[in-house]
């Protein structure tokens, strides 16, 4: 009796590990039939989400003309928005991707930032965007500095979607 115990447990280990399926690399049979999630979603539910796989779609908003790979996909009512961090092995995007969707697959990161890291972000965001005068980013990011400053929230925290694959559509 403890012979057949032995055998359906390791059977039934065996089957488990098999049949799991990888979601950290996708395949592309495995990405063929996903629903892509909007920021709203994404945001609404990062803390469930935080360093897993995740698939998200969006209009691209912001390129990065300053070296970095990277660029912003909006909400749906253009009141959010992803950072995307586009790594080694991808291209520098094209500024003419600006206004396109795009479906993004990576891991969702987030950043806290203190007062001091918000105000260096800001300065720095100015001076790369100085060209361009104040907009409605900066601004927000001055609020919430102020916010940080009064003492009605302890940090800032941001996230990104650090890509392991994208499509324009």
């Given at each position: 009796?403890?012979?057949?115990?032995?055998v359906l447990?390791?059977?039934?280990?065996?089957?488990?590990?098999?049949?799991?399926?990888?979601?950290?690399?996708?395949?592309?049979?495995?990405?063929?039939?996903?629903?892509?999630?909007t920021v709203?979603?994404?945001?609404?539910?990062?803390?469930?989400?935080?360093?897993?796989?995740?698939?998200?779609?969006?209009?691209?908003?912001?390129?990065?003309?300053?070296?970095?790979?990277?660029?912003?996909?909006?909400?749906?009512?253009?009141?959010?928005?992803?950072?995307?961090?586009?790594?080694?092995?991808?291209?520098m995007p094209?500024?003419?991707?600006?206004?396109?969707?795009?479906?993004?697959?990576?891991?969702?990161?987030?950043?806290?930032?203190?007062?001091?890291?918000?105000?260096?972000?800001?300065?720095?965001?100015?001076?790369?965007?100085?060209?361009?005068?104040?907009?409605?980013?900066?601004?927000?990011?001055?609020?919430?500095?102020?916010?940080?400053?009064?003492?009605?929230?302890?940090?800032?925290?941001?996230?990104?979607?650090?890509?392991?694959?994208?499509?324009?559509?």
């Amino acid at each position: 009796m403890k012979i057949i115990n032995v055998v359906l447990l390791i059977t039934t280990l065996v089957l488990s590990f098999s049949c799991k399926q990888n979601t950290k690399n996708p395949t592309p049979e495995q990405t063929a039939n996903i629903t892509y999630i909007t920021v709203e979603d994404v945001l609404q539910n990062a803390n469930g989400l935080l360093k897993d796989t995740v698939y998200v779609s969006g209009i691209i908003d912001h390129v990065c003309k300053h070296g970095n790979k990277r660029f912003k996909i909006l909400s749906s009512n253009g009141n959010q928005d992803i950072k995307i961090e586009l790594g080694e092995s991808f291209e520098m995007p094209n500024p003419d991707i600006a206004g396109k969707t795009a479906k993004i697959v990576g891991i969702l990161v987030p950043y806290n930032m203190d007062a001091d890291m918000l105000k260096a972000m800001i300065n720095k965001e100015r001076e790369e965007h100085k060209e361009e005068g104040e907009n409605a980013h900066l601004s927000k990011l001055q609020e919430i500095l102020e916010q940080i400053k009064a003492g009605e929230i302890l940090y800032y925290t941001t996230y990104s979607v650090q890509a392991i694959k994208y499509e324009l559509e």
